[in-house]
């Protein structure tokens, strides 16, 4: 049996965090945008000084998941206080921003432990609801949500190096206590 731990991001992860982040993202989108959004998505996104900073942020906690010979699997990042559309209220709704999963561990159920962690923070916290963004193409990731308890809400735009993608979808899951 795979043991699976998931814990909270220290600055001390910060190399291996940015390596796993930049990795992941360009495994799943390089076939899908250019090379030169993809870089300038990762160089602003993804470097240990931008992550470094991120983790200091109090809004912002990255969730790891380890195996038992303690590698690095997928990352989660959640953000207190940001809302896709103006007629929800900031304070009852918190941000799943980013997860990410090595491509060999995906349908391994790595991400529902960090779904889970994600889902027991918000809760923690009282917060009525969980929202994210996902382009609209990624079908997986979508039925992945969509199991959960996550439905479509609405649609917002996201900004890749020079490429805006219109209509990404953003996804809400009421918490329920």
């Avoid at 200091?56 to 998941?65: D, W």
């Avoid at 380890?66 to 206080?81: C, T």
């Avoid at 009282?126 to 039925?143: C, H």
Wanted: with cysteine; hydrophobic share 45%; charged share 20%.
């Amino acid at each position: 049996m795979n043991i699976i731990k998931v814990r909270p991001a220290s600055i001390q992860d910060i190399e291996m965090l940015s390596y796993l982040a930049a990795f992941t993202f360009r495994h799943t989108y390089e076939k899908y945008n250019t090379a030169a959004d993809i870089a300038l998505y990762i160089r602003t996104h993804f470097t240990e000084e931008v992550l470094a900073n991120a983790i200091q942020q109090p809004e912002n906690t990255f969730l790891l998941a380890f195996n038992q010979r303690e590698q690095m699997l997928g990352y989660a990042k959640v953000v207190r206080n940001k809302v896709p559309d103006i007629d929800m209220v900031a304070n009852q709704y918190i941000q799943l921003e980013k997860i990410y999963l090595l491509p060999e561990v995906q349908g391994k159920k790595i991400g529902q432990h960090l779904m889970k962690a994600c889902l027991s923070l918000a809760k923690t916290e009282g917060f009525k609801a969980i929202w994210l963004g996902v382009w609209k193409e990624n079908k997986a990731a979508i039925q992945f949500y969509e199991k959960i308890g996550f439905r479509v809400a609405g649609n917002y735009a996201f900004t890749m190096g020079d490429t805006v993608y219109e209509e990404d979808y953003w996804m809400v899951k009421p918490l329920t206590y």
